[in-house]
């Protein structure tokens, strides 16, 4: 006899929908979302489809009706619960659209729990699209299978982000003028953290006084270069989940 094909298949279509799933429940899906699982992936009912509700998990959905414009699932079988996500925020200042959206993919990618977006005196731009972003870091959490979503909070001035910091956070401080050894700093943290990235050209002297008599605030440095904003994000993101996130042995 012929081996009983895996359900759900590897190839199955995957994305994220509002919820909360729960096993036998149905969700309706329009616009875009009808549109790729009908017209790209081409879904017939009875076939599979991976849906994140980024509240219960992971389920293989069932689905029940393939219309013209939307398209019906049905929620079969918990696959994996919804991921732990390292408390671990991304404060960021806004640069240009193409490289802020780098970061916040790769933001995703790399397991942030949240991203804030910054204003300094620096910045190219001022303004976030919010659904943009959204649809940004949604994506990014399909392809690389996340089962959670960053959070993506209102752009903020760096002022108003320091005035209003939480007392039990720590802010790690990308200075391109020194500060302790990232490694080191984020090996020896326990607790929530955050890191701060400035613009292109970095934070005025007003602005580095201003975070660097932060009671909250520590001074890092990621090495001997003089690295693009985005580049100092992603790669202060992965050297914490490494040496202090889920990346790492002891945390994982």
């Known amino acids: 006899m012929p081996a009983t094909p895996a359900w759900p298949p590897r190839s199955a279509p995957r994305l994220f929908v509002s919820g909360p799933l729960s096993q036998g429940s149905e969700i309706a899906l329009e616009g875009a979302q009808a549109h790729y699982l009908g017209k790209v992936m081409r879904v017939a ?11 219960t998990g992971e389920w293989a959905c ?3 009706s393939a219309g013209k414009r939307d ?24 640069l240009k659209k193409p490289n802020f959206d ?9 397991g942030v729990g949240a991203v804030q977006p910054l204003v300094t ?10 659904e943009r972003a959204i649809s940004i870091v949604t994506e990014a959490a399909e392809q690389c299978a996340r089962t959670a979503l960053p959070r993506i909070e209102p752009a903020l001035k ?18 391109e003028q020194g500060g302790e050894p990232a490694a080191q700093a984020f ?14 050209g970095g934070f005025d002297e007003d602005e580095r006084a201003l975070v660097r008599a932060h009671p909250n605030a520590r001074a890092i440095t ?26 790492s042995p002891v945390n994982s």
């Open 71 to 94: 398209v019906v699932l049905r929620a079969r079988d918990l696959l994996r619960v919804r991921e732990d996500v390292p408390d671990f925020v991304l404060c960021a200042a806004l």
């Open 158 to 175: 760096l002022e108003a982000l320091l005035r209003d910091w939480p007392a039990d956070r720590t802010l790690f401080f990308a200075d």
């Open 121 to 130: 005196r620096r910045c190219v731009a001022d303004k976030l699209n919010p």
């Open 102 to 110: 780098l970061v916040l993919e790769k933001a995703t990618e790399l």
């Open 187 to 200: 090996t020896a943290h326990a607790g929530p953290a955050a890191l701060l990235v400035g613009p292109e």
């Open 62 to 64: 069932e689905v029940v």
């Open 222 to 247: 990621l090495g001997p270069r003089i690295l693009r904003a985005e580049t100092a994000s992603i790669s202060a993101i992965a050297l914490w989940m490494a040496v202090a996130g889920d990346w």
């Open 45 to 55: 009912v009875g076939d599979a489809v991976i849906a994140c509700d980024d509240e």
